[in-house]
């Protein structure tokens, strides 16, 4: 019986700006070395992917070359080809695409962030298996609202409001086929117009943003409207893991992480 095939993942390590204040809280050159749980970020995501049953080869789009010279341990693994380095580009959708346009087109992707400190195999194995079902193209992992709020109270996360609830994303993306490398390109162009909304909505359809505004999208129309637009299937993994969706985007994120990793060690609910 022919094995599965494991996914490749690249993981984005590179900051937005020059100085995320992330970064500069944790007196370091780049978020993703900020340490949380006496551990650097990117140095825990790379911990869970090694322990996930799902993924093989891992890659890093950034940090700079300088800062992983910094960092012995993160180096060490580069030198040693155990895990592979692209130097960063200007967005993260721009750092995604390339490296995506150097992988095997047979081979199934998976895109996170270094800065998803909670993230645990148990999640990525989950993630994974439930996209290789899925039949799509692509898929982003996402977590009901109602879960977050449930299990992490407080924690203040983006929202996206639709008809059956509201959903936050988890720096989770699929890309299962070689036709999925178009919904890069895609990111590619919403991420440079993200600060014009007149042309994202013309990117994304003047009729399924009307929707959302008054109210009347739900997820699965949403990603309809979208497979459509892009000539691709689209789907959701609904992750089952509130922490999923917590990521570090904020120092406030940081000291509930490292609360949330506190109470993890010991076995306690967050």
């Known amino acids: 019986m022919k094995s599965k095939q494991l996914f490749s993942v690249v993981i984005l390590a590179a900051d937005r700006e020059l100085a995320d204040p992330v970064a500069q809280s944790a007196a370091v050159s780049c978020k993703a070395l900020a340490p949380v749980g006496g551990r650097e970020m990117v140095l825990r995501v790379l911990d869970s ?45 721009l750092s995604a695409f390339t490296v995506l346009q ?15 400190a909670l993230l645990t195999a148990e999640m990525v194995d989950y993630f994974c298996r439930e996209a290789r079902t899925s039949g799509c193209d692509v898929l982003a992992g996402v977590a009901r609202y109602e879960l977050i709020a ?3 109270p407080g924690a203040r996360r983006t929202v996206t409001k639709l008809k059956d609830g509201g959903y936050c994303g988890c720096n989770l993306f699929a890309f299962l086929t070689p036709e999925s490398r178009k919904a890069a390109d895609f990111w590619r162009k919403v991420e440079k117009e993200r600060k014009k909304p007149l042309r994202i909505i013309k990117v994304m359809g003047w009729i399924a943003v009307l929707r959302y505004l008054l109210g009347q999208l739900t997820l699965e129309q ?41 109470k993890r060690a010991k076995g306690a609910p967050f």
């Open 150 to 152: 449930e299990v992490v």
């Open 102 to 116: 150097s992988l095997p087109l047979d081979v199934p992707v998976l895109v996170t962030t270094a800065d998803h």
């Open 49 to 93: 992917l090694t322990e996930a049953e799902e993924t093989g080869p891992r890659f890093l789009a950034g940090p700079s070359i300088t800062s992983l010279e910094e960092n012995a341990e993160l180096s060490g693994l580069v030198k040693s080809d155990q895990v592979g380095w692209f130097e960063p580009q200007n967005t993260p959708s």
């Open 222 to 262: 949403a990603l309809g409207g979208l497979s459509q637009r892009i000539g691709l299937r689209v789907g959701a993994v609904r992750m089952p893991f509130a922490e999923a969706a917590i990521d570090v985007d904020k120092v406030e994120d940081l000291l509930l992480v490292e609360s949330m990793l506190a």
